[in-house]
């Protein structure tokens, strides 16, 4: 730690700077933030010759100030010693942003006592200035002796240059200690929320999986041993239902997946990128998610033969929360419709809906965790679109929204598009 030159009691003005450059110094070298408070108020202690100071810094509401550091007084009431603003020596130099001298603090009427740091046999003589950063006050920083002592104008004009360094530096100090709280804070809570998600998710799969047990047995039916069905129809569509049941439970499971790769900053595995073709996979989904689009109008937009790099997987689920979240917004006996192209070289695929639309300061929120548009008709978690654009982005892909032509909404997802060589 560093050791500060003590100014003698006639002022030194190389001392002094000398002083300042000290603390400067130690402003960049300080290990810890209680480490530079604690060593700023022992060295000004020293340089003026005093047996106490003491830092209030003023709380962030305005109402009051707290003890950040001392000597000689009761350490344990730093963080704890409260003076209120406008009250006291302290509170009304951070009011009227004036330096105080008191010669006698006994004999002040405006002298705070504050239980368990001044005693009135301990402090007799006062100096006391403002920290001031930017045109507001931070903080008050007081010298105290034990001794009766008039402070000069010379000590007066030493404290306050100290003042004016320190306040910068304390402010700056202070902003960046809070910041790092508050990192420390949104990291625990983004923890607590990834493990909450991760629980309910995994908790998901038990049921899901329970379901598709009786779904099997259900659709179990006597064997024929060589003989036609008495009722071929009831047969068959015994068969389709137990298909589609199977479909959406397939389809749940692989939402829980894109939920937990939503929560996660890269997923666990690489993309397995293949050659897809965009009319194939497109006739399938929509093939898939006939009972969730029974209220709408399904229908295939401009098309062209187009091939995309991307995860057979990945891609069903963006557009899989794509048409959910167009359901959702979109009312009934609209058209949701499917489209592609290529533009630029680079593949577009478009979900597009007959819906509200969204409005310009919406578009990027909308894609931000648990952001939900207030609707009459809207459900949900506010996280299908989060997992769309983080599942798209696994693929080297981008997903936005843009107003449709009808008015409703436009989500593109560009891929790369795939060519043979």
């Not at 010379?154 to 508050?182: F, H, M, P, T, Y």
Request: proline share 6%; with cysteine.
């Amino acid at each position: 730690m560093d050791t500060l030159p003590q100014v003698p009691s006639t002022r030194n003005p190389l001392a002094e700077l000398q002083f300042l450059h000290q603390i400067l110094r130690l402003a960049t070298t300080a290990r810890t933030w209680e480490e530079l408070l604690e060593t700023v108020v022992d060295d000004t202690r020293d340089a003026l010759h005093a047996n106490v100071t003491s830092l209030y810094l003023l709380d962030r509401d305005g109402a009051s100030l707290t003890l950040a550091a001392t000597n000689g007084l009761d350490r344990h009431h730093i963080g704890r010693a409260v003076v209120p603003m406008g009250e006291g020596i302290t509170g009304r130099v951070a009011a009227s942003r004036t330096p105080m001298i008191i010669p006698d603090v006994r004999a002040d009427e405006r002298f705070l006592w504050v239980r368990g740091i001044d005693q009135r046999r301990y402090i007799a003589s006062m100096l006391s200035v403002p920290l001031t950063w930017r045109e507001q006050v931070v903080g008050v920083l007081n010298v105290q002796t034990e001794q009766i002592r008039d402070f000069s104008t010379s000590d007066l004009a030493q404290l306050s240059a100290i003042a004016d360094l320190l306040a910068g530096i304390v402010e700056k100090g202070r902003l960046q200690k809070e910041a790092e709280a508050q990192i420390t804070q949104l990291k625990a809570l983004d923890q607590a929320r990834s493990e909450l998600i991760a629980l309910v998710t995994h908790e998901l799969r038990t049921p899901l999986a329970v379901v598709r047990a009786y779904t099997d047995l259900l659709s179990e039916e006597p064997p024929l041993d060589g003989r036609s069905s008495r009722d071929p129809f009831r047969r068959a569509t015994r068969a389709s239902w137990h298909m589609g049941t199977l479909e959406q439970v397939e389809r749940l499971d692989r939402l829980v997946d894109s939920i937990l790769a939503s929560v996660r900053v890269v997923p666990d595995q690489p993309p397995d990128l293949k050659a897809l073709d965009v009319g194939t996979v497109a006739t399938e989904l929509l093939h898939e998610l006939a009972p969730l689009l029974h209220r709408h109008r399904a229908a295939f937009g401009e098309t062209q033969p187009l091939s995309v790099l991307a995860d057979p997987a990945r891609l069903r689920q963006v557009l899989e929360h794509l048409f959910e979240n167009a359901v959702k917004y979109a009312p009934p006996a609209t058209a949701i419709t499917l489209e592609w192209g290529i533009v630029e070289g680079v593949a577009r695929i478009a979900v597009v809906d007959e819906g509200p639309g969204i409005p310009p300061e919406w578009r990027e929120r909308i894609f931000e965790p648990y952001a939900r548009r207030e609707t009459n008709t809207a459900r949900g978690s506010g996280i299908g679109l989060y997992a769309a654009r983080r599942i798209a982005e696994s693929m080297d892909g981008r997903l936005w929204c843009e107003p449709a032509e009808s008015g409703g909404a436009r989500f593109v997802l560009a891929l790369p598009a795939a060519a043979a060589v």
